[in-house]
């Protein structure tokens, strides 16, 4: 037995009722699913109105920030999932990080991205898992913070670091999502039985106890009886990931289908030992039995072979759920078996990823060549999953979403010309199909209160609706902004109600400046109400946005020492590459991290990530960029924010 207290501010004790059906949940959960009982006989979360961070564990007393601990009707979905993610990371925190712990704080890694992974499992068991292995993806592509963008920068990527200025320096995109992978990856290596002996062993020969790096591998080496020595040396003590492409080759008169992996191996470092969840594919998109694999890369080239392939397989299924972290291309793939494979995928990750294969040829056209057009092929195949009636709207949305990021990391840093091809691509989508996006938008009921028994019901549809009403006043027409309004007054949840108003912010509107400001007086004296309203100002694409960002700085209200609100305000313009990537936006970049610095070193540091790709950027934006890390090296103090100014420098050094 034990017993749950949530420690809340004054009157919000309302709010806390779904967060305590979560945690109760967390609890079960964990003892079924994790063979755990937590110790103590109470356990006790405080909600902290200024954090850093999403939580924090302590024995008995866990810190959530208030923003996520409550759960009310400012709580948008991301708001919900984030919830559900940080209570249960926190609750698993007494199994690992309070009773089993790491050594050093090099071992600081292991206590994160074992709860993280617990935490996904949780995540994949109360939500649709692929929808939420599409989420975790998106995590990893981060263009910001996500740790592929850190590693691409060049100035970070060791999951077990070799120094550090501040113990902040341990905990980032790395430290969360590449690190979760690896326990992922680990997991795929050793099969699910190996790991539960390994961890099983790990939890009862270290309880009470503290554990370094090596001996939590050696566990699940002595409960596996394979030596990871490969695995953990690439993954854990070297930055980068691996980079692999795979051919593939059919010979009907044998029936031998072959499939040839390489993978990048740089000067003086060693190839990656990598798990790849793959199966081959009939013409009826069903797995051919006996085909499915979990194979093993560990060489620079290495070849798999089936044999008695009787018929010609559509496609193969290669990196299912996105099974090892890094990119993975099929070096022969046609446009023909890819469209099939968007098609008729079982594994619904995959799908969706070809899809966007497909999308990226686009995309890298228009950034090459801004005057292409968009081909008729890639717009048909829109229009029929688009129609696609039977397909389940966990996955739906993220067919039918354009993203702004390419899979092809070689354009990652051609910000504005990735904003262009975005747009180019969502009005040809807009062009083509406006009537049949305004059919299903206004076929989807996200309104009527009464259908939804927990905040969790609707979740996806809302996600699709959202979606379509982006594709839909992307024109910014007079008929779009109706329906962006009819959308907001209609809205019964905080996603529908911010998605209207982000639509609203970025259109020519003439009602826009009026009705934003009757939501700043609506929803600022609400903690969360006025997080998200800050985000709506600052996901604005008109040419006011720094003109109303700096009004909010300057109201009465706002505090740039809440961490809540300046993250709310400063990273939603971080993440707004159309405004980020002008001249004023830069210059904005740049007065912003000087200003936080002394402030809150953290959120200051995230800010300066927007600038972490300065090497890759065209000359002209790199010039521009490299004066503002100068001038922000020069103007951020060494000894009172060293974080802050490292990071400038480490910018600086690299070009
Ligand atoms: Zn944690």
Not at 132 to 159: K, M, S, T, Y
Not at 378 to 389: A, F, K, M, P, T
Not at 478 to 506: C, E, M, P, V, Y
Request: net charge negative; hydrophobic share 40%.
């Amino acid at each position: 037995m034990v017993r749950l207290e949530y420690l809340v501010p004054p009157g919000a004790v309302d709010d806390v009722r779904i967060p305590m059906e979560i945690l109760k949940a967390s609890v079960l959960w964990i003892g079924k699913s994790q063979d755990y009982e937590y110790t103590g006989e109470t356990y006790r979360t405080i909600c902290m109105n200024k954090s850093n961070f999403g939580g924090m564990e302590n024995v008995g007393n866990t810190t959530i920030v208030t923003d996520a601990a409550l759960i009310n009707e400012h709580t948008p979905d991301t708001g919900l999932l984030y919830a559900h993610a940080v209570i249960v990371h926190e609750f698993e925190h007494n199994q690992c990080g309070s009773e089993t712990t790491m050594e050093t704080p090099f071992d600081v890694w292991l206590n994160e991205a074992y709860t993280v992974d617990v935490e996904r499992q949780f995540m994949a068991d109360n939500f649709d898992p692929s929808f939420i292995r599409l989420f975790q993806v998106d995590g990893i592509r981060n263009p910001l913070l996500g740790p592929l963008a850190i590693e691409d920068a060049g100035h970070a990527g060791r999951i077990v670091r070799d120094g550090f200025n501040d113990p902040d320096e341990l905990i980032d995109g790395v430290t969360y999502v590449k690190a979760a992978e690896v326990i992922r990856m680990l997991r795929l290596i050793i099969g699910d039985d190996g790991f539960l002996r390994g961890k099983t062993l790990y939890f009862s020969r270290y309880h009470n106890g503290n554990a370094t790096t090596g001996q939590f591998f050696e566990c699940f080496e002595e409960a596996s009886g394979l030596s990871l020595e490969q695995f953990k040396r690439e993954w854990l003590y070297t930055a980068g990931y691996p980079r692999v492409t795979a051919s593939t080759q059919y010979e009907a008169l044998s029936g031998r289908y072959s499939i040839t992996f390489r993978q990048e191996v740089k000067q003086g470092q060693a190839p990656f030992h990598l798990p790849i969840v793959l199966a081959l594919v009939d013409d009826n998109g069903r797995d051919i039995g006996g085909t499915e694999r979990v194979f093993q890369l560990r060489e620079p080239v290495a070849e798999l072979v089936y044999e008695n392939i009787t018929e010609a397989p559509a496609f193969a299924s290669m990196n299912r759920d996105y099974s090892f972290y890094g990119t993975f291309r099929h070096s022969n793939a046609t446009p023909e078996s890819i469209s099939l494979q968007a098609r008729l995928d079982p594994d619904s990750y995959n799908r969706v990823d070809a899809m966007r294969q497909l999308t990226d040829h686009e995309r890298t056209r228009l950034l090459l060549n801004p005057d292409d057009t968009i081909s008729p092929h890639w717009l048909s195949l829109y229009g029929e999953i688009l129609s696609d009636r039977s397909m389940p709207s966990a996955l739906k949305p993220y067919f039918l979403r354009i993203d702004e990021q390419p899979l092809d990391r070689a354009y990652a840093a051609w910000y504005q010309e990735l904003v262009a091809a975005r747009e180019k691509i969502m009005l040809a989508v807009n062009r083509r199909y406006r009537d049949e996006l305004l059919e299903l938008f206004a076929g989807l009921d996200t309104y009527t209160t009464s259908k939804r028994q927990s905040p969790k019901d609707g979740i996806e549809d809302r996600m699709l609706k959202n979606i379509l009403l982006e594709l839909i006043a992307i024109d910014d027409s007079a008929a779009s902004h109706t329906l962006i309004l009819d959308h907001f007054k209609a809205a019964t949840t905080a996603t529908d109600r911010i998605a209207a108003l982000l639509a609203l912010n970025r259109s020519s509107a003439p009602q826009r400046r009026t009705l934003i400001e009757e939501v700043y007086l609506k929803w600022h004296m609400h903690l969360s109400g006025y997080a998200n309203y800050l985000r709506v100002v600052a996901g604005g694409t008109r040419e006011d946005v720094f003109e109303m960002i700096e009004t909010e700085k300057n109201r009465p209200g706002f505090d740039i020492r809440q961490p809540t609100w300046s993250r709310a305000l400063f990273m939603s313009m971080a993440a707004n590459n159309k405004m980020v990537w002008t001249s004023q936006g830069i210059r904005w970049v740049a007065d912003t991290v000087i200003e936080l610095a002394p402030i809150n070193a953290i959120t200051s540091g995230r800010l300066l990530n927007t600038f972490q790709h300065v090497n890759s950027l065209k000359p002209r934006l790199q010039e521009c960029v490299r004066a503002e890390l100068e001038r922000i090296a020069r103007s951020v103090s060494r000894t009172e924010c060293p974080t802050v100014h490292g990071q400038a420098s480490a910018y600086l050094e690299g070009s």
